[in-house]
């Protein structure tokens, strides 16, 4: 997803083409500001987000994390939806009054009442505490808001690495606002750096302990390459004496530790392409660990998934592994003699 | 004309702490179509000067002469292609690749020498109607009886055409029949193609039935005997 921050004249036309790029998969416009909300018992700064419920919808699943209430579904006037952990910390729950202190578009300060229609709880608890949800034309007209501008358009693309790409797209679109400072495109990781750097960080442990399994696999193939030839000392001081060149046994050692290690490797990625999608489709559940992932934004219900690109890159590993594996059993069986080998007692 | 001349060949192992003179001066000369037996107690030498003559290893001092190349003289990696061009081994475990059949352990020589297919499949089963194992073929040795492993050694050392074909104590696992059998086949292949056998043994019933016996003591030959 991407936001576009527009900061003066709604470009209703371009918000239409931005729908007609590819790859662009929904697009909706929201209302959003810094407010105050209170409660008989407390209050507490907020993000309101004054929305387009259908458009939302299409972007965001904020409806389906609702554990009170419902999702604008109501006859109630200026209703509010607001997350779990701002509703306790305001001690209110569905059908209480919230009050939103907020400065209208002239810089004066302006009051609402709003009516808690539905409380949420998403996996990111700081999101929950920070973000109440109301209609985009009641907040329009709270803060005197032209009905035809909009502070945020959020974009959803039909897959993450299209981003930057589509995001080059939008700032070509809107090249000349951007220019005049009154737009500012940001992809998700400009939004959000932390959740970035976190992704990062798990890629990067996530090669370390890749790194530290090639390392024990390596072990063990020598392991087993030394016992395969030592226990056929005999056979490959033959080979050698009947005329097998030394750069044949290398590669036949070699030959055999790949294919050795192509076939543990292709059972394992294999058990583990059944393993990830079992676990895809009926998920993880880390709910013992939920407060400490929720609150750097993870859920704590993973569902994991695994390219198919990464699957080609563990078997080239494996192989390369292999082959560096090799090396020191070859270079062992290369130092027989042959009339010591033909010999030899296994 | 002699393929194979040894001159005042010598090997010493250990040379550094209690030396060992293994073959001790040895100049022999072997003719085309020899059947010979190079005999003598345990530890003469038999094996060494077999090794020697083969190119397995690398004498202290003296040379190698087989048809006129001076294998002494060639670098790792020609004497590895002249043993596979030139010289056929039977060795006394058999040697066999265990998860080859009979067949692919003759032809492999073969595909080694680079052979076609067509070529490897008629010799093969050429050789297998010599030593009288065509219903063996596809057989692992592991399935096969000590004498029959060891017929297809003396397959797979002549499948290469070599000049000559050294056996080190070829007989010493096999009971009286199969030695027997061996022999017989030995000798019709050194009679009907002029095949070069040179053996080392101290089998009696090897050393019976050799043309010539050239007798090692100490590393050193002290008799070479044609037998009529």
New interface residues.
């Given amino acids: 997803m991407m936001k576009l921050f527009i900061l003066s004249n709604l470009q209703l036309k371009k918000i239409n083409e931005i729908k007609s790029i590819p790859n662009v998969k929904a697009v909706t416009s929201r209302i959003k500001s810094m407010a105050m909300i209170s409660s008989a018992n407390s209050g507490t700064g907020v993000t309101i987000n004054g929305i387009d419920t259908t458009g939302e919808k299409s972007i965001s699943d904020l409806y389906t994390k609702l554990i009170d209430g419902s999702y604008f579904d109501t006859k109630l006037k200026y209703p509010i939806v607001i997350g779990s952990k701002l509703a306790e910390k305001l001690k209110v729950k569905v059908k209480s009054k919230v009050v939103i202190t907020i400065q209208d578009v002239n810089g004066n300060i302006t009051y609402g009442a709003f009516k808690v229609v539905g409380i949420f709880k998403t996996f990111d608890t700081m999101f929950d505490q920070a973000n109440v949800f109301v209609l985009g034309n009641d907040l329009a007209n709270l803060i005197s808001f032209d009905e035809n501008q909009t502070s945020e358009i959020a974009v959803l693309l039909t897959h993450n690495d299209f981003t930057d790409s589509v995001a080059a797209k939008i700032k070509n679109l809107f090249r000349s606002e951007i220019k005049n400072g009154n737009l500012v495109v940001r992809t998700w990781n400009e939004i959000n750096p932390i959740l970035k750097m976190l992704n990062e960080m798990t890629v990067q442990f996530t090669m370390i302990f890749v790194v530290i399994i090639l390392v024990a696999l390596s072990f063990g193939i020598i392991n087993t390459m030394l016992m395969a030839i030592m226990e056929r000392v005999?056979?490959i001081?033959?080979?050698?004496?009947?005329?097998?060149?030394?750069a044949?046994v290398f590669l036949m050692i070699m030959l055999e530790t790949i294919f050795l290690s192509l076939t543990g490797g292709v059972l394992g990625l294999f058990i583990s392409w059944i393993i990830i999608s079992i676990t895809n489709f009926t998920g993880i559940n880390l709910s013992s660990v939920a407060e400490g992932l929720n609150s750097i934004g993870y859920s704590s219900f993973i569902r994991p998934e695994l390219g198919i690109f990464f699957y080609f890159f563990i078997a080239s590993l494996v192989i390369l592994t292999a082959m560096f594996a090799s090396i020191f059993p070859a270079r062992k069986a290369l130092k027989l003699?042959?009339?010591e080998a033909?010999?030899q007692d296994v | 004309m002699s393929i194979i001349k040894t001159k005042e060949l010598n090997k010493i192992y250990d040379v550094e702490t209690i030396p060992v003179h293994a073959v001790n001066n040895v100049s022999l000369e072997f003719e085309e179509g020899e059947f010979t037996a190079i005999i003598g107690p345990s530890g003469c030498g038999k094996t060494t000067l077999l090794n020697l003559i083969g190119g397995l290893d690398t004498p202290t001092s003296g040379e190698v002469f087989i048809n006129g190349t001076n294998i002494t003289k060639l670098n790792s990696r020609e004497i590895i292609d002249f043993r596979l061009r030139n010289i056929g081994f039977v060795f006394q475990a058999y040697n066999l690749v265990p998860v080859l059949t009979a067949k692919e352990n003759v032809e492999f020589i073969m595909q080694l020498q680079g052979i076609s297919k067509e070529n490897r499949e008629s010799r093969v089963l050429q050789l297998f109607d010599q030593i009288g194992l065509k219903d063996k073929l596809n057989n692992r040795p592991g399935k096969l009886s000590g004498g029959q492993q060891q017929r297809v050694a003396v397959a797979r050392a002549l499948a290469s055409k070599p000049k000559f074909i050294l056996a080190d104590e070829p007989t010493a696992n096999l009971d009286s029949k199969s030695t027997s059998n061996l022999l017989d086949i030995m000798l019709k292949l050194n009679e009907v193609e002029n095949t070069t056998f040179i053996f080392s043994t101290h089998d009696s019933r090897v050393i019976k039935r050799a043309r010539r016996l050239i007798t090692l003591e100490d590393g050193k030959v002290v008799k070479d005997d044609i037998v009529k």
Avoid: F, T, V, Y
């Avoid at chain 1, 001081?237 to 030394?246: Q, R, Y």
């Fill in positions: 005999r056979e001081g033959m080979l050698m004496a009947i005329g097998m060149s030394k044949k003699k042959p009339s033909i010999r």
